[in-house]
């Protein structure tokens, strides 16, 4: 069964400093693996789209990385900022029909 | 430049009664996707639509919903005789082409409450 699954579900830091979230997938065949940040009350907005042959790739403070073999992916944010405080949804695609969502995980920068 | 717009932004009904969600594509993307997203959970399929080809509309939860796209501009999502569960974020979301390989552009959504 094609599944993405995040962890952890919830995550609290502390203003200024990293975090890495987790995605493994199941998801076959495999075409591209996207993360996107979902600020309470809004759309998702795309942070980055991978491919089989990337596998790392950043935007900002944001850097993702993939590893297709082992089926994992993981978003990392360096000195986080209040704004980071959000849903980041992993999404992964087999290229023809399907993106499969995995459920997110919640993060909270406090101050 | 414009990106995907939905209306209403909220939508209060009674149980029972119809409502039509709308969404307004980039202009130029061929591939729409409406997503429902109940509090707390992740986005749930509902309905693709890729340029001319007919709608994938497997994520579609009853007969109750449809929706419909006019070439490759706007989308309406309808759903009829309204239950409480149909409560949630509905989510439009257009690509440039096919949504599996390209970037998704979502729209803000629709909150739909149904009392």
């Known amino acids: 069964k094609n599944q993405v699954e995040q962890s952890p579900q919830s995550l609290i830091i502390l203003e200024g400093k990293n975090c890495t979230l987790q995605c493994n997938y199941t998801v076959s065949p495999f075409s591209n693996l996207r993360w996107y940040k979902q600020d309470t009350g809004r759309g998702p907005v795309s942070l980055t789209i991978m491919t089989f042959s990337e596998n790392t790739k950043s935007n900002g403070r944001y850097t993702a990385t993939l590893d297709a073999d082992t089926k994992q992916s993981s978003l990392h944010i360096t000195a986080s900022q209040l704004s980071d405080s959000a849903s980041y949804i992993c999404?992964?695609?087999?290229?023809?029909?399907?993106?499969?969502f995995g459920t997110g995980t919640r993060l909270l920068v406090s101050p | 430049g414009a990106g995907v717009s939905q209306s209403p932004s909220n939508k209060v009904t009674e149980k029972g009664k119809d409502v039509e969600l709308r969404c307004d594509p980039i202009s130029g993307h061929t591939a729409l996707y409406w997503y429902r997203q109940r509090l707390g959970q992740g986005l749930e399929f509902l309905i693709y639509f890729q340029g001319n080809s007919a709608p994938d509309k497997s994520g579609l939860p009853s007969d109750r919903f449809s929706a419909e796209r006019t070439g490759e501009s706007v989308s309406t999502l309808t759903i009829q005789r309204t239950q409480q569960e149909d409560s949630a974020v509905y989510l439009c979301a257009s690509s440039p082409d096919r949504a599996t390989t390209d970037t998704q552009y979502f729209g803000p959504g629709t909150r739909l409450t149904v009392l």
């Open positions: 999404v992964v695609s087999d290229g023809f029909q399907k993106l499969v």
